[in-house]
């Protein structure tokens, strides 16, 4: 769909890398421009996360406080469609590759900034990371324990959010140009995508006073809850629908239930407590049979591991693709990603092609 679409790439770390991995699965051709000593993601234990993000794209490596890289990268640039950088707010233009010194070489380049708080809020240089920016929206304080404390996340939702917010908004601007012959510069905040995430939260906490958004889907009814099974797992139970409801309770034997379908799910409520017995009465596995064979929203809270197995699987869409012990991730449904996605470029694998390619 992006094929023809040159994305340059500046970014480091998660959000703007995951970004371009999504651009480049759409068939967009990725150019990462890495400093000498490489993207700061490759130095992290992690480094597998590195190779995931950075799947099926290009690797110069240029000083760009070199006038001959700086040139080189400029040279780049003049055939690019479009360029993510997320350094802190005026490092580009300190660089002289700000969007208005890019505009004098490419005038309908697509050029999308992505940073925390924005290139010109009084936020803007403040050092912060993903935790930060789901505090500071509220969306931190919808995870909490049974105590009312902040649960800490283990997945980086900021980050991820805003880099499909980024993708978003390129492919938006991408349209406009097709249509007006303009380029588009895309100051994107991190905060800004959580902002619209909380968006009926905000409204609901105006008009009610209520924190923590639609009340019937935060766990205050019996049909709509976590249960814990008798073997210590968890499953998820959405019967919203009456039909739904109905189908849970008849399939367990209790049909007396279905006039409680949105009881409190309090402890002193007698049903409530029913329920949760009856969960605690069958292991995770039993649950999960039950679940593919009545149609009442009930689904087990799976691991990793026992996630990727499920949707690796060929009964599925196959998003999880294993071969030869190589794992990759789809940014989309498409059964053929594993043989067209390369694996993620070395640093400066492609430094002497595109070198080459710029000069003339």
């Not at 139970?237 to 049909?255: R, Y």
Request: hydrophobic share 40%.
């Amino acid at each position: 769909m992006l094929e023809g679409v040159t994305v340059i790439d500046f970014s480091h770390y998660l959000p703007g890398p995951f970004a371009s991995l999504r651009l480049a699965d759409l068939g967009a051709e990725v150019i990462k421009i890495e400093p000498k000593t490489g993207d700061m993601m490759r130095s992290l234990a992690e480094e597998c996360v590195f190779y995931a993000n950075n799947a099926g794209k290009k690797s110069i490596a240029l000083d760009l406080k070199n006038a001959q890289d700086l040139q080189t990268a400029k040279q780049l640039i003049r055939k690019a469609d479009v360029i993510i950088e997320s350094f802190r707010p005026g490092v580009m233009r300190r660089l002289g590759l700000s969007y208005e010194d890019i505009r004098t070489i490419n005038e309908t380049v697509i050029y999308c900034s992505i940073s925390g708080f924005g290139q010109q809020s009084e936020h803007s240089l403040l050092g912060s990371h993903d935790l930060n920016y789901m505090a500071i929206t509220g969306v931190l304080a919808q995870l909490k324990d049974q105590e009312g404390r902040p649960v800490h996340p283990a997945i980086t939702f900021a980050d991820l959010i805003g880099s499909i917010h980024a993708v978003e908004q390129i492919i938006a601007a991408l349209y406009h140009r097709e249509r007006t012959g303009k380029g588009t510069y895309i100051d994107l905040s991190l905060v800004d995508g959580l902002l619209s995430l909380m968006m009926n939260h905000f409204v609901i906490e105006h008009d009610t006073g209520r924190k923590n958004g639609i009340d019937v889907l935060a766990g205050t009814i019996v049909s709509y809850h976590l249960y814990e099974t008798k073997d210590g797992r968890y499953v998820s139970l959405a019967a919203l629908e009456k039909k739904f409801w109905e189908n849970f309770c008849h399939a367990v034997g209790k049909p007396e239930w279905i006039f409680f379908h949105y009881s409190p799910a309090k402890e002193d409520n007698p049903i409530f407590q029913e329920i949760k017995c009856l969960f605690a009465t069958k292991t995770l596995q039993e649950w999960t049979e039950l679940s593919q064979t009545v149609d009442c929203c009930l689904a087990p809270v799976l691991e990793t591991d026992e996630a990727k197995a499920l949707f690796a699987n060929a009964s599925y869409r196959k998003m999880i693709h294993l071969a030869d012990g190589r794992i990759e991730v789809a940014t989309r449904y498409d059964e053929t990603l594993l043989q067209k996605r390369k694996k993620a470029p070395a640093l400066d694998e492609h430094g002497d092609l595109l070198r080459k390619g710029s000069d003339e």
